[in-house]
């Protein structure tokens, strides 16, 4: 089993840049794969990005593509997502998620979530 603990979001005007972190503890860190999701107020939670258990192969939803970036830290059990470019549209909160088997589907392990709020 693993935990996760979200943190970094925040308030940040358009076109603002924010890095959330993922810190994980419990079990090896790198037996994971590991992705991002968003859930804004009154819509079903959406896939943002995810990496493979070495760090390689990142894929992004589309609406994300070129503004933000996954990428982690073995050594210190963490994965990021640095948002760049934002927009009110990501507005939402993000959530952390593991998977032994992949980010495919519903992964098996959550964090609690941080806010991040884009202002017009």
């Known amino acids: 089993q693993v935990q996760l603990v979200e943190s970094g979001g925040g308030l940040v005007q358009a076109g603002g840049s924010l890095r959330l972190s993922c810190a994980a503890s419990g079990r090896t860190f790198s037996s994971y794969a590991m992705g991002w999701f968003r859930q804004a107020p009154g819509k079903e939670r959406e896939f943002v990005a995810a990496?493979?258990?070495?760090?390689?192969?990142?894929y992004y939803a589309d609406s994300v593509k070129g503004r933000f970036t996954i990428s982690r830290d073995n050594a210190k059990n963490t994965v990021y997502l640095q948002m760049n470019s934002l927009k009110p549209e990501d507005t939402a909160v993000y959530y952390c998620a593991a998977d032994p088997e992949g980010i495919v589907g519903v992964p098996r392990y959550w964090g609690q979530g941080t806010q991040v709020t884009v202002s017009s």
């Open positions: 990496i493979n258990r070495s760090g390689g192969n990142p």
